[in-house]
């Protein structure tokens, strides 16, 4: 159990506004982000963010157990955001409602979706295996309209012992085309459809809208195409238990240049992609390793005097950290808010205590590195997913987020969505969400837990 002591001293809570101002723009804000978040649904670019403000007694404000998501949904507004993007979809012949998450336990969603399906809209999901007997199961059992097909529902990903494999199922994506006038509605987050994802966890959403037939919508027409593909190859119409990755990664491939889109093998599409429409999707399996040089890529190219600052729960890539390292040693401030799990050795994933001692705390690496207190108990997590990069070639600003970790697994091995954008719309957003992150953030030895009394032999008896 956490046992932490956070009591902010006056200066040390000086220090942490002066890091705010040295490590986000100027036009970051600090207060909290309500439910009347500013929303344009028909926006290009938009973003929204989870508010984890929560009072217990002993506890900073960051830390929330499950009594408080009824109100940090509200709070949110995420929840509202989202069923409103599904009524898009208004004509059942023509609209078409994709998602595809790790977990999907929200009830206020899977009613939106239901009532869609029953009303005979066509709804597709894609979902981690480990979901096959929970909530997204009973899309397809109790939503059906009247053709008795159209809502589907897929389990991909791998877990055995025999030989060891650990492939998860991790996009965060959600497709709304109206079929009608009206661009494509594409989000993606790093939160999941659950009931914390859209309350108590840290996490966002990104929400596009663009063209039926642009870059963005056709990319990720053909990642649907590739997972329906992964997990029924000879396209039977009935999935197979384990899904394909090596299929999923060449019909994806092949996919996307017959769709004539931006995409080719290596980095340098991205350019293209960026000057024509302002953001790159990026897609694991990787095994051609892209989605990492990307990111290191854009990363080398921040100058001297830039800023690089954002989030991120699971931090275990060697290549990236180096990137980073170099990138304070070349002049550049870098700051990163992490879970506090990295900490008290409360973390999922094994390991990330000792990468974060050996490549990401200050004393090694130049870093700023602070972390959000939570609720391990109740699996609340810091679930952010992004980095901003400032003064990319001395003028530009560009941000690299989506579903995945800074893992090997994320990045390489499981079905994941990234992206690396420049919008100054997006930018901005970006940069306050860090705003609202770093002043609520705590330093390692704030978050390190205080250490148990010994037990004191009671005097004249022994022990």
């Given at each position: 159990m956490?046992?932490?002591?956070?009591?902010?001293?006056?200066?040390?809570?000086?220090?942490?506004?002066?890091?705010?101002?040295?490590?986000?723009?100027?036009?970051?804000?600090?207060?909290?982000?309500?439910?009347?978040?500013?929303?344009?649904?028909?926006?290009?670019?938009?973003?929204?963010?989870?508010?984890?403000?929560?009072?217990?007694?002993?506890?900073?404000?960051?830390?929330?157990?499950?009594?408080?998501?009824?109100?940090?949904?509200?709070?949110?507004?995420?929840?509202?955001?989202?069923?409103?993007?599904?009524?898009?979809?208004?004509?059942?012949?023509?609209?078409?409602?994709?998602?595809?998450?790790?977990?999907?336990?929200?009830?206020?969603?899977?009613?939106?979706?239901?009532?869609?399906?029953?009303?005979?809209?066509?709804?597709?999901?894609?979902?981690?295996?480990?979901?096959?007997?929970?909530?997204?199961?009973q899309?397809?059992?109790?939503?059906?309209?009247p053709?008795?097909?159209?809502?589907?529902?897929?389990?991909?990903?791998q877990?055995?012992?025999?030989?060891y494999?650990?492939?998860?199922?991790?996009?965060?994506?959600?497709?709304?085309?109206?079929?009608?006038?009206?661009?494509?509605?594409?989000?993606?987050?790093?939160?999941?459809?659950?009931?914390?994802?859209?309350?108590?966890?840290?996490?966002?959403?990104?929400?596009?809208?663009?063209?039926r037939?642009?870059?963005?919508?056709?990319?990720?027409?053909?990642?649907?195409?590739?997972?329906?593909?992964?997990?029924?190859?000879?396209?039977?119409?009935?999935?197979?238990?384990?899904?394909?990755?090596?299929?999923?990664?060449?019909?994806?491939?092949?996919?996307?240049?017959?769709?004539?889109?931006?995409?080719?093998?290596?980095?340098?599409?991205?350019?293209?992609?960026?000057?024509?429409?302002?953001?790159?999707?990026?897609?694991?399996?990787?095994?051609?390793?892209?989605?990492?040089?990307?990111?290191?890529?854009?990363?080398?190219?921040?100058?001297?005097?830039?800023?690089?600052?954002?989030?991120?729960?699971?931090?275990?890539?060697?290549?990236?950290?180096?990137?980073?390292?170099?990138?304070?040693?070349?002049?550049?401030?870098?700051?990163?808010?992490?879970?506090?799990?990295?900490i008290?050795?409360?973390?999922?994933?094994?390991?990330?205590?000792?990468?974060?001692?050996?490549?990401?705390?200050?004393?090694?690496?130049?870093?700023?590195?602070?972390?959000?207190?939570?609720?391990?108990?109740?699996?609340?997590?810091?679930?952010?997913k992004?980095?901003?990069?400032?003064?990319?070639?001395?003028?530009?600003?560009?941000?690299?987020?989506?579903?995945?970790?800074?893992?090997?697994?994320?990045?390489?091995?499981?079905?994941?969505?990234?992206?690396?954008?420049?919008?100054?719309?997006?930018?901005?957003?970006?940069?306050?969400?860090f705003?609202?992150?770093?002043?609520?953030?705590?330093?390692?030895?704030q978050?390190?837990?205080?250490?148990?009394?010994?037990?004191?032999?009671?005097?004249?008896?022994?022990?």
């Amino acid at each position: 159990m956490k046992r932490h002591a956070f009591t902010l001293l006056p200066a040390a809570a000086s220090l942490a506004l002066a890091l705010v101002a040295c490590a986000a723009p100027a036009t970051t804000t600090d207060g909290p982000a309500t439910g009347a978040q500013e929303q344009n649904e028909d926006a290009p670019f938009d973003l929204m963010h989870t508010v984890p403000e929560c009072h217990h007694d002993g506890h900073p404000t960051t830390w929330c157990d499950h009594t408080d998501v009824p109100a940090l949904a509200q709070a949110s507004g995420m929840e509202a955001r989202i069923n409103a993007i599904i009524d898009r979809a208004v004509d059942p012949a023509k609209s078409k409602i994709v998602i595809a998450y790790f977990s999907f336990s929200d009830k206020s969603v899977f009613n939106k979706l239901c009532d869609k399906g029953k009303a005979g809209f066509s709804v597709e999901g894609f979902f981690d295996q480990s979901y096959r007997t929970q909530l997204p199961a009973q899309l397809p059992t109790q939503c059906q309209g009247p053709s008795g097909n159209n809502v589907k529902v897929h389990f991909l990903g791998q877990l055995s012992d025999s030989p060891y494999i650990w492939r998860l199922h991790h996009n965060k994506f959600l497709i709304v085309d109206s079929g009608d006038e009206r661009p494509v509605s594409v989000n993606f987050s790093s939160g999941n459809l659950s009931s914390y994802g859209v309350s108590a966890h840290f996490d966002h959403w990104a929400l596009l809208t663009s063209a039926r037939t642009s870059n963005v919508v056709k990319m990720h027409d053909c990642v649907i195409e590739a997972l329906r593909k992964a997990i029924d190859p000879q396209g039977t119409g009935t999935d197979q238990m384990i899904d394909d990755p090596n299929v999923y990664r060449q019909s994806l491939d092949a996919c996307l240049t017959a769709q004539g889109t931006f995409f080719a093998p290596g980095t340098a599409w991205v350019e293209n992609a960026i000057t024509k429409e302002n953001i790159a999707p990026l897609f694991s399996p990787d095994p051609a390793g892209a989605n990492a040089a990307i990111l290191i890529e854009n990363i080398d190219r921040v100058q001297a005097g830039g800023k690089i600052y954002g989030a991120m729960q699971h931090f275990l890539h060697y290549g990236i950290a180096e990137a980073l390292r170099n990138a304070v040693s070349r002049g550049v401030a870098v700051s990163l808010v992490m879970d506090d799990d990295v900490i008290t050795g409360e973390s999922e994933v094994p390991g990330v205590r000792g990468f974060y001692d050996a490549y990401l705390k200050e004393s090694v690496s130049g870093m700023k590195v602070q972390f959000l207190v939570t609720n391990a108990k109740e699996f609340q997590l810091m679930h952010n997913k992004f980095l901003v990069m400032e003064n990319v070639d001395g003028n530009k600003t560009r941000v690299f987020s989506g579903a995945g970790h800074f893992t090997d697994a994320g990045l390489h091995d499981n079905y994941e969505n990234f992206y690396l954008s420049q919008n100054d719309t997006l930018s901005k957003k970006y940069a306050d969400l860090f705003g609202y992150l770093w002043p609520r953030s705590v330093t390692e030895q704030q978050a390190t837990p205080a250490p148990t009394p010994p037990v004191q032999p009671v005097q004249g008896v022994s022990p």
